[in-house]
């Protein structure tokens, strides 16, 4: 393959013919010394390219013969070399090598990097506390010192008492890469037991720790992921998911079958945990574990990723402890919120798309679900911050993405509500079932995560903690926006800018669109930090999301997924017809299932956007169900194995549908070589089928971190860092002028 020289010359390139990479920087063949030096003695060249009139060379590339018939299709696939592990693959390593020594000393020489570099790390430099959790007296709490790599785990005596850091991740590595996941505290506070995870990676590793004096005792609990930690009553173990030990060497490949939930003794080896709940064979299912705060049911949930879950319940009280299953359909949500004896209090989206509050007792003979709150038709329930707190049902619902609080009483007879402190979103309810005290956190795009202290019986609410941060939110203005899509839905919008601001200005939209998960307001440093250069920051609530409930969630999934990729570009479109977006101005930015968005839109309508910023994207939609927990997503997104939805993955696959000649905007790619959840071959593929591609002189470079994964658990440097490289990409592309500020 003949690698393609590019132009770089602001927003206005032009075209540069092609020549063949010379064979004396050959990335695949040099030593690590070597490559060095010629990394060192590239960046001049890479700097200028960024800055001036100058070629860029792509890396070269191997391009192999390999193809395959799926009904009746060829597909070409020339770069599925890229798909081995670069630890374990050496040609791979090279080539990510050489990929970031091409985009790295051009992103370091845009104007303006170290200026988002800055403001950016000012924006993150504020102590962010979580909704606490009570136990016996004792509160425990996430805290975000703001710039620490990692937050700790504190505890105090009182919710108002001094406090004592029980776990800092901050000290277990030099580069930040191990985190506290996932812990749970014993009923009487005395343990807690914590989740490790290491470089982004899913898996855990648990350990316990004795909260009264800060000694880890011998327990280690491995190959967790995708689990919950819940107690039992008793104090005596825990409960928590995870698979098989791996094949050596196979770790970061392995797939999610076999998952189930286990109980942990304290004090005996890990080969000794009782299985709880087993998996069903040929069946890529997930259980995840919770223990209502009474201590007396255990409750197991068990999703094949379709939005919904099945639901098992154990009484922990009865001599026989025998599972009863009360939820067989995996097709709607169900999460309890609590209980009153043997009275579950749960919230369903089973016959009620918006949701609504059912209840079941399980000392009658024969129990059945009874209605309780009936499904809304102006309003989405939102279980996440719904808990049965002290003697109330405490509802959020949201009302065109916006939140509300109710309360009700235990007849579900309507009881007033909640008061906040204003548009926003609520959420991590802390409280239990008669206790007068509860906590939840409310947040905005111009609010910053703030605990509030509910009193239950006197409907009463205070500010418990509130982040001081460094940008005047005065000069922030949040428009909730509609616009039509190309089907004539309508579909919400929030812009967010700086008031002064009149006429167009650059804008980064963003959105994700998938697996009935909403884009609620929330207070979002990076997104400020592009807004105080004034610019434009834009969320379009697309379907596929949970915004509408879910019938939403469905109308942009599997064979509706297109519903997604058209609501975004009419989002798109919408800004700039409202004169709120310049033309050429226009950037996007989505991760996850939001970087198969944007990788699909571009190849949609290229001449829409000026720059694209597609982040751990699933973007080969035709193999996505062959690595680690992909095989699931088939209940999102269709299987590549079945024909019809074959051609409808085909129809917008990013990898497959990118185009030729055609003028393509600038598109930065991230990634990280630890992600195994979307895996990073996708982008490594999707990367050399651009620069391979004739689609123009914008530049087409991969990002790549090391030492991190799929998004949780990186370290707020490399955050730091990575969006200070997206956004002087993405300012630099659609005519951003970026000013030091005060």
Excluded at 518 to 526: A, D, E, I, L, Q
Aim: aromatic fraction near 10%.
């Amino acid at each position: 393959m003949t690698a393609r020289v590019t132009r770089i010359a602001g927003r206005t390139p032009t075209r540069a013919s092609c020549r063949k990479m010379p064979e004396r920087i050959s990335w695949p063949s040099m030593t690590r010394p070597l490559r060095g030096a010629v990394t060192a003695l590239l960046f001049p060249i890479v700097q200028a390219a960024a800055e001036e009139n100058v070629p860029m060379i792509y890396p070269e590339t191997r391009q192999a013969d390999t193809a395959e018939v799926h009904f009746g299709v060829t597909i070409a696939d020339p770069f599925r070399w890229l798909e081995n592990d670069p630890r374990q693959d050496a040609e791979v390593a090279r080539w990510l090598e050489a990929q970031n020594a091409l985009s790295r000393p051009y992103l370091e020489a845009l104007p303006g990097q170290q200026v988002f570099k800055r403001r950016l790390t000012a924006m993150f430099d504020h102590e962010t506390l979580l909704p606490p959790v009570e136990r016996a007296g004792k509160y425990f709490l996430i805290r975000n010192g703001g710039l620490d790599n990692q937050p700790q785990l504190l505890m105090r005596q009182g919710a108002d008492g001094a406090n004592r850091i029980l776990i800092d991740p901050n000290i277990w590595s030099r580069d930040g890469t191990l985190a506290l996941a996932e812990w749970a505290t014993s009923s009487d506070g005395a343990f807690v037991a914590f989740a490790l995870q290491d470089g982004g990676s899913d898996w855990r590793t648990i350990y316990v720790m004795d909260t009264s004096t800060g000694e880890m005792l011998d327990d280690k609990v491995e190959w967790a992921r995708f689990t919950t930690i819940a107690w039992h009553p008793d104090g005596s173990g825990f409960y928590y998911s995870r698979f098989p030990e791996p094949e050596e060497g196979a770790a970061f490949s392995t797939s999610i079958e076999g998952h189930a939930v286990y109980f942990h003794r304290l004090g005996s080896d890990q080969s000794e945990d009782r299985l709880i709940h087993a998996p069903i064979p040929g069946r890529s299912l997930l259980h995840t574990a919770d223990v209502t705060p009474d201590g007396r049911y255990l409750i197991v949930y068990s999703s094949a990723l379709t939005g919904g879950v099945a639901v098992t319940v154990t009484d922990l009280t009865s001599e026989t402890q025998q599972p009863r299953i009360i939820v067989k359909s995996y097709d709607d949500r169900w999460v309890l919120l609590g209980n009153v004896g043997t009275k579950l209090f749960f919230a369903t989206q089973e016959d009620a798309p918006r949701g609504r509050i059912v209840t079941m007792d399980l000392s009658e003979a024969r129990p059945e679900f009874s209605e309780l709150i009936r499904e809304r038709t102006d309003a989405v329930l939102r279980e996440g911050g719904s808990a049965l707190l002290g003697d109330r049902i405490v509802l959020s619902y949201t009302i065109d993405v916006q939140s509300r609080v109710e309360r009700y009483r235990l007849d579900g007879t309507f009881d007033g509500n909640v008061s906040l402190p204003g548009p926003g979103s609520t959420g991590i309810v802390q409280g239990r079932p008669g206790e007068n005290e509860a906590f939840f956190a409310f947040t905005s795009y111009d609010a910053p995560l703030t605990v509030l202290r509910l009193d239950v019986e006197a409907n009463s609410t205070t500010v418990w903690s509130e982040p001081k941060i460094a940008v005047d939110l005065d000069d922030i203005v949040v428009e909730p926006q509609f616009y039509t899509s190309r089907d004539g839905t309508r579909i919400p919008l929030f812009v967010v800018r700086r008031k002064e601001l009149n006429g167009p200005a650059p804008t980064m939209l963003s959105a994700y669109g998938g697996f009935g998960i909403s884009m609620v307001p929330h207070f979002s440093p990076t997104a400020l930090a592009w807004v105080e250069q004034g610019g434009v920051y834009a969320v379009a609530n697309i379907r596929g999301g949970g915004e509408y409930g879910q019938a939403w969630h469905h109308a942009g999934r599997r064979a509706n997924k297109p519903n997604a990729f058209d609501d975004f570009i009419a989002a798109g479109e919408h800004l700039i017809d409202q004169g709120i977006t310049p033309t050429d101005g226009l950037a996007i930015q989505g991760e996850s299932n939001g970087g198969l968005l944007i990788g699909a839109v571009v190849n949609q309508r290229p001449d829409l956007f000026a720059a694209a910023l597609p982040g751990v994207g699933v973007l080969d939609m035709l193999r996505f169900d062959r690595f680690t927990s992909g095989a699931a997503w088939a209940e999102e997104f269709g299987s590549p194995h079945v024909e019809r939805e074959f051609h409808t993955l085909l129809s917008y696959s990013p990898l497959h549908t990118i185009g030729e000649s055609e003028p393509y905007p600038a598109i930065l790619v991230t990634t990280a070589d630890t992600d195994n959840r979307v895996v990073p071959a996708h982008s490594f593929k999707y990367a050399a089928t651009l620069q391979a591609a004739d689609i123009g002189e914008r530049p087409h470079l991969l990002r790549v971190e090391t030492r991190a994964g799929h998004g949780a658990g990186k370290p707020t440097d490399m955050v730091i860092a990575e969006y200070a490289d997206m956004w002087t990409f993405a300012a630099h592309w659609t005519g951003l002028a970026i000013v030091e500020g005060d």
